[in-house]
């Protein structure tokens, strides 16, 4: 107090400031609560396999981030039966991957894109020029195949596919990854059976030749795997997103 009034003393005037910095502070808080839980804002993680990151996965994550700008993307690569772990142990949010999986936990699988499985052979290859091929006509290649051990919905579709046609493949190297066959196959390790999608990343030295049999262990799917239960805002626009460009897709 003074003569002509009052006026805050220093501390006073610290003390003020500090009132306002938590009101604007508290203000912040509320709306970005809200953004989140409108899934607007926040953090979704995302595991995924290889083929999903072929064509499919870069336009989710175009649509999402130009629809959800203010939620962050974590991406976690790895192969089905570690993206579905991944899932159960919490540490994604939402999982894509291959069936059939087994799962420990309550899921909710949506099923996104299907594909279908096609013969990759070697440039030089005699039936490398061929507009289709039975799968038979591969009865005597070594193959290169997914390992049973970590991909085993692939391995034990690709072996059930060639023992329906009547002979049982000579599997004479394994791999986990897509780009890992494709690389063996230019180098004549011998031939595979991939998704049709992986002609898309035109890898040199190898061709895709459709296969003519007509067979449910040649098709293959992605599926969005997430808890059973409720789902995050965010991670729902995320699957939202997903649902519509694979729908878009066909």
């Known amino acids: ?13 610290t003390y003020q400031r500090e009132c306002h910095r938590l009101v604007t502070l508290a203000e912040q808080a509320v709306v970005r609560t809200r953004a989140v839980a409108q ?9 995924f396999i290889s083929s999903a990151m072929i064509e499919f996965l870069p ?6 981030r130009a629809a959800h700008p203010g939620v962050r993307l974590k991406l976690v690569e790895g192969i089905s039966i570690d993206v579905a772990r991944m899932v159960e142990l919490g540490q994604v949010d939402v999982g894509l991957l291959s069936p059939p999986v087994t799962f420990a936990a309550a899921m909710r699988q949506d099923a996104l894109l299907s594909d279908c499985l096609v013969a990759v ?7 490398a020029a061929s507009p289709h091929i039975a799968l038979s006509a591969l009865k005597n290649e070594p193959f290169v195949s997914f390992t049973a051990a970590r991909v085993a919905s692939f391995h034990h579709r690709i072996v059930a596919a060639c023992m329906e046609q009547g002979f049982e493949p000579d599997i004479v190297q394994e ?5 890992t066959i494709l690389s063996l196959v230019a180098g004549g390790m011998g031939v595979a059976l991939l998704p049709s999608a992986t002609a898309s990343l035109r890898h040199p030295g190898v061709v895709h030749v ?25 991670a729902q626009a995320f699957l939202d997103v997903a649902k ?7």
């Open 39 to 47: 899934g607007g804002a926040g953090e979704v993680r995302v595991g």
């Open 121 to 127: 052979l070697p440039a030089d290859h005699p039936l």
């Open 244 to 250: 519509a460009v694979a729908a878009s897709a066909g």
């Open 1 to 13: 107090r003074h003569s002509t009034g009052v006026s805050l003393t220093p501390p006073g005037c």
């Open 59 to 64: 336009k989710v994550l175009v649509a999402f």
């Open 175 to 179: 791999a986990t990854q897509v780009y």
């Open 210 to 234: 459709p296969i003519s049999d007509a067979s449910t262990l040649l098709r293959t799917q992605i599926d969005a795997v997430t808890l059973d239960g409720p789902t995050a805002a965010a």
